[in-house]
């Protein structure tokens, strides 16, 4: 496994994020002054300047010690199009990064993003709370695991802050799962290895990751209506019974598919939903292949059908003609 | 005689008889008669080739001959096992002990001399000799494996040898917007078919030359004959390029890959004093080493052996670390030219990849005889591996800067910048960036006419200049590439490349016009610095409107392709003879010289015409070449209408023939000559920065911003540390 490294280091430039147990409460570095309306104006200027550097895409170096290319680029667009779009730079991080080089006492800032979110007013009403996530975390394997490769394993391993934002409804399933995966991929590059892939003993890998999250059998079975879990599951505790996804009631594929049977909703009306996600064989076993055969086989004893019932009209009519 | 009856007994046997004896007939006619034809029709000759070199040796002097290739290895090596030892006398005794023991014999010796010792070769006959036991080679593939390919064929269809390609995956497009060979007429296109401003002529033309030379300093009239022309350098053919390889069928004859120079690649003691023009009683050809020397010393490559022929387009000839340039031929010395090509040595002195001891090779990593040139290019050349990368990057990752305090601003900088940019400070002064080819100079030195260098410059903005570059290239060597934030405010070819605005090098090109006027009183000093500095100026108004026209309808898309950066691109122009009915809004076909007149009488026209009675560009003025690839050269330069073929000469007269400068400068991509030192800060964010940001297409809110030194003051604040100077 190779480590992920997202703006993350220990130099004058980098910035040291931190997460969960060790940091949680406190690491509120200016968290208070989260207004984010009220200062969308001033934001903008305020980020300009930081963008001027931060926003080239090659913004990287080689971190000494471990060798790795730890990027400090920020696109702009997936900024402003992320969760934190509407808030300043300087609302997380503190205001003195304002100078170059930055000054070398800030090379220790760390950032969190349980507290800053539990303080926040709706914190209280959320769905799925930042405590939530945090329990879940802790038991997930990222945490619990004594690799090397794991240590210093937080939200930012996976959310990037400056780009990351919640799937909607609506969007293309496959383009989810595909930068969802796209995550995991990036440090677990032995399941590019087709000799050390874990999942070797599943059938149809390409098509499974095509067409599934790694989060979809790698987490714990959760309540219907409730997001996908962050307790992130090792290989020998996930999920290996095809049935899971493969069957009427399919408990984990639901959770993807929050997506997609709205979108289907949406897109093809209650009908269509009715006969293929609940009521009907076709679409239950999820492949179209076998779907097709089914609708071709359908579609034969149609034909079948309409021409026995054409060849008895023709008959019924000769017969008629030779009475007369 | 029954046989026979019986094969044509029945019409259905007669049928297939007739159809075998046709098909026996076709296959003999394209065999023998078709190479004869063909050398009839490009009025060139094939023989078979001698080499004064190639001389058989008796064991005894093949023994003398390894014993002195090996005597410096041997001495070394011996001297080093005895370095602590005694008296100075009983030393050099052991030394000479040792020296003839067989393992030290052995580890000094290279490989041949055992191969051939064991195998009883006494002479070195050429591809003959090396093929007897190389005559198929195992190639490495990128992907890991391996295929064994036929060494001869390999070689000859090699880019090395061609000289051209007729494969697509050109990243070159025509001003007519189409990409090079992405169709499916494909014409072959390299320097075999291509005049350049540079050399001055067609390989066809100028392949090999004797030239009569008078330098001053020779006694009363006394003539030196010197070399000259393309042949010195390309492998391929030896009275002429191999022309049979740029036509859908026929080989080039087996006499002709008997020519095959191996051992200027293969050899560590080649002698490149054997590498000049020679006459024979079938023309003029290039000799070569075909010394059992040279053979015996065959070893892996270096790059010494690519820089024997590469260092003169790289540093150039009168650089003072070409090897090759100090080694000039025992007779018939070879002319060196003087304005550099590009200008960017390959030597540990003036590059730092060099200077580590890296070979061409560890970058441009060959497949079999193919050797990649990189994806990006600009100058048409044929390239064997397109799709191979060749890049800093394979080996620098994207984050090379290591060592200052300002290294992830300096790896931002990558996003935009190549890393040429900042690593090639300067190129040799004697880059030539105008070079007049109409109003020669007499070199009395070497006792020539040469084409008149009217300025020469290494310094950035003058010798070249920086240009955004996707890696696309027009037909004509233009660098393609747009602002990554696009607008059509970037236009080089209406801005940079087809004018010269530095006051330093207008002021220096009138000096020269003033000083060609006393030669050739004809000039219009006034007029002569206009069409120099502001080739457009050349063309008439409605073919300037057809060319602003084509260029947004048909480079615009090739320009916004893919992810543009800054790169240094040498600048070059030349005022050659052109075709003008052949003329469009890039330019008119030029023409080339005949080295052996013009070099000789200075006559420049002389010189055309002499070239133009070249059979094979008789030919190219002729309907069968115009439909085979004129037509469609003439549509990717940028003219619409077809090539004409009305042959500007008559009675020896050129006709609708006159002198011009190309209507843009070329840019050729500089990639060596890499320093250590970057470029400080406010090399270019400042407001006389040698990147001319506006011209580059930048709002003028960002070029402010870009030109605004605050940012540069502070980082130089902080630099300003005792001994904090390092910026890599």
Not at chain 1, 26 to 52: E, F, I, P, Y
Request: charged share 25%.
């Amino acid at each position: 496994m190779r480590r992920r490294v997202i703006n993350k280091g220990d130099t004058q430039l980098g910035v040291t994020w931190a997460w969960g147990s060790r940091t949680i409460g406190t690491a509120l570095l200016l968290l208070g002054s989260l207004h984010a309306g009220a200062s969308a104006v001033q934001d903008a200027s305020d980020n300009k300047s930081c963008l001027r550097c931060h926003q080239m895409a090659t913004l990287a170096y080689r971190d000494p010690t471990s060798g790795e290319i730890v990027d400090l680029s920020v696109d702009p667009n997936a900024l402003s199009h992320s969760t934190h779009g509407e808030l300043a730079c300087s609302d997380c991080h503190a205001a003195d990064y304002e100078q170059y080089p930055h000054p070398d006492r800030l090379k220790d800032e760390a950032l969190a993003c349980v507290g800053c979110h539990e303080e926040q007013d709706d914190a209280q009403e959320r769905r799925y709370r930042f405590e939530t996530i945090d329990k879940e975390f802790k038991h997930s394997v990222h945490v619990t695991s004594d690799a090397p490769e794991a240590a210093d394993f937080g939200c930012h391993s996976c959310h990037d802050p400056h780009a990351f934002r919640n799937s909607e409804v609506g969007e293309d399933i496959a383009q989810i799962v595909r930068d969802d995966n796209a995550i995991c991929m990036s440090c677990h590059e032995e399941l590019n290895d087709p000799y050390r892939d874990p999942h070797l003993w599943l059938p149809k890998r390409e098509k499974h990751r095509e067409a599934v999250r790694c989060l979809d059998c790698h987490t714990p079975v959760s309540e219907s209506g409730q997001p996908v879990s962050h307790q992130i599951l090792a290989g020998e505790d996930s999920n290996r019974d095809c049935v899971q996804c493969h069957s009427k009631a399919p408990q984990l594929l639901n959770r993807l598919y929050q997506y997609r049977s709205e979108t289907d909703l949406a897109n093809k009306g209650w009908l269509s939903k009715a006969v293929f996600n609940e009521a009907y064989v076709v679409g239950m076993s999820r492949s179209p292949l076998i779907d097709r055969a089914a609708l071709a086989i359908i579609a034969i004893t149609l034909l079948g059908l309409g021409a026995h019932g054409y060849g008895r009209y023709r008959a019924y009519r000769r017969s008629k003609e030779d009475q007369t | 005689m029954t046989a026979l009856q019986n094969l044509l007994s029945t019409p259905t046997r007669r049928r297939i008889f007739t159809a075998a004896m046709a098909l026996l007939a076709l296959t003999l006619a394209y065999k023998l008669l078709y190479p004869i034809v063909f050398d009839a029709y490009v009025g060139k000759t094939n023989a078979q080739l001698t080499y004064e070199s190639s001389k058989p040796l008796t064991n005894a002097q093949f023994e003398a001959l390894a014993e002195d290739i090996t005597r410096d290895a041997r001495y070394r090596k011996a001297a080093a096992i005895v370095e602590a030892d005694q008296d100075a006398f009983a030393r050099k005794v052991k030394i000479e002990m040792l020296m003839g023991t067989d393992s030290v014999v052995r580890d000094a010796e290279p490989s041949h001399i055992k191969y051939f010792r064991d195998a009883g070769i006494r002479r070195y006959e050429g591809p003959e000799t090396c093929l007897t036991c190389h005559a198929r080679i195992k190639v490495d593939h990128p992907d890991g494996t391996t295929s064994t390919v036929n060494t001869l064929d390999d070689i000859v269809n090699s880019v090395h040898f061609k000289f051209q390609s007729d494969s697509g995956g050109f990243s070159t497009y025509g001003y007519d917007g189409r990409q090079v060979n992405s169709g499916p007429h494909k014409i072959p296109v390299g320097k075999i078919d291509r005049a350049c401003g540079i050399p001055g002529s067609f390989t066809w033309t100028g392949w090999a030359a004797l030239v009569e030379a008078e330098p001053e300093h020779a006694a009363n009239g006394e003539t030196q004959l010197r070399s000259e022309g393309c042949g010195q350098c390309h492998i391929g053919g030896n009275y002429q390029p191999a022309t049979e390889k740029m036509m859908p069928i026929g080989d080039v004859p087996s006499e002709a890959k008997e020519g095959i120079d191996c051992l200027i690649c293969h050899s560590t003691d080649y002698d490149m004093n054997q590498r000049v023009v020679i006459r024979d009683e079938h023309g003029l050809r290039w000799d070569q080493d075909r010394s059992l020397r040279a053979a015996l010393t065959v070893g892996p490559i270096r790059s010494e052996n690519c820089l024997r022929c590469h260092q003169h387009n790289m540093g150039g000839d009168a650089y003072q670390h070409n090897a090759a340039a100090q080694a000039t031929g025992y007779k018939h010395q070879r002319i060196l030219h003087r304005g550099a090509k590009r200008g960017n040595p390959f030597a540990p002195q003036d590059d730092v990849h060099a200077a580590a001891g890296l070979q061409c090779t560890d970058c441009h990593q060959p497949e079999g005889h193919k050797i990649p040139r990189g994806r990006k290019g600009v100058d048409l050349v044929a390239n064997d591996l397109p799709d191979k990368e060749v890049s800093c990057e394979s080996c620098h990752s994207r984050a090379p800067h290591n060592s200052s305090e300002h290294k992830a601003l300096l790896n931002g900088h990558i996003e935009r910048l190549a890393c040429e940019t900042c690593h090639i400070a300067e190129l040799q002064p004697d880059n030539v960036v105008l070079r007049d080819w109409v109003h020669p100079t007499w070199n009395p030195e070497e006792g020539i006419w040469e084409p008149t260098d009217v300025y020469r410059s290494g310094a950035p903005g003058k010798g070249f200049t920086f240009l955004w570059f996707n890696g696309n290239g027009t037909f004509l060597a233009n660098a393609l590439g747009n602002n990554p934030m696009g607008s059509d405010a970037y236009n080089p070819l209406m801005q940079q490349i087809a004018r010269i605005d530095n006051p330093d090098v207008i002021a220096a090109v009138r000096a020269k016009a003033e000083e060609l006027k006393e030669r050739y009183p004809d000039i219009d000093v006034d007029r002569y610095v206009e069409m120099a500095t502001n080739p457009l100026s050349q063309l008439p108004p409605e073919l300037l409107a057809k060319r602003e026209a084509m260029i947004q309808a048909n480079l615009r898309a090739a320009m916004n392709d893919g992810d543009s950066r800054l790169y240094p691109f040498k600048l070059f122009n030349a005022m050659m003879y052109e075709d003008m009915t052949n003329q469009g809004p890039f330019g008119a076909m030029i023409l080339p010289f005949d080295y052996t007149t013009y070099y000789e009488t200075g006559d420049t026209k002389a010189a055309v015409v002499k070239a133009l009675q070249d059979p094979i560009v008789k030919r190219m003025y002729q309907e069968p070449f115009k439909l085979y690839m004129m037509d469609e050269f003439m549509a990717y330069f940028g003219i619409t209408d077809g090539w004409k073929t009305i042959y500007p000469v008559v009675d020896d007269k050129l006709v609708n023939v006159e002198p011009h400068w190309m209507r843009q400068m070329g840019t050729l991509m500089i990639n060596h000559g890499i320093q250590r030192q970057g470029r400080d800060c406010s090399d270019c964010h400042s407001p006389n920065g040698i990147m001319d940001f506006a011209m580059l297409g930048y709002t003028p809110e960002r070029v402010a911003e870009l030109q605004d030194i605050d940012v540069v003051e502070r980082v130089a604040a902080s630099d300003a540390g005792p001994g904090t100077t390092s910026k890599e």
